[in-house]
């Protein structure tokens, strides 16, 4: 609180100084600026690379997403689960509707297998549509790169993108 010279009648000034709440405030915003997109990264998961045009992000954040990391431990929505309880998670997590769309991220070093078997159990469970997640690869949208052998029959092209059903 300030005050007048002596000498004069001692009077409180209604004057604040704002300028150490703006530097607090700018602080505090760089930081969370710099934190924020931190926050949303989610489980880490290296990505296999595929052809596909990206979906847009907050259609992925509005359903169900099933990540599989290095390690091959399950998540769904970044919260660990036992393999045991994920079709009663999953089924929670979509209310019961077996028309839900489920996105599955499955790290590049983990074994086909452990995915299709993660796969499978969703099949079981009664979800309908199983979408897999994968980093966008050169090429024109639904080609990888592979060549299947003369005697195979390419599979059809995805539905959408980057995210190809798997029934």
Known sequence: MAFTP???????????????????MLVLLIIFMVTAPMMQEGISVELPKAGGDPIPSNQVSNDVVIAVNQGGAVYVNDKPVDESQLSQVVLQATKGNPNAEIYLRGDTHVTYGRVLAIHSALIKAGIKTVLM?????????GTSGFKPPAHEVPAAPSRGPRAAPVR
């Not at 002596?6 to 607090?24: F, Q, W």
């Not at 997640?133 to 949208?141: F, L, M, N």
């Open 6 to 24: 002596m000498g004069k009648k001692r009077t409180a000034m209604a004057e604040i100084n704002v300028t150490p709440l703006v530097d607090v």
């Open 133 to 141: 997640i994968t980093r966008p690869g050169e090429g024109k949208a």
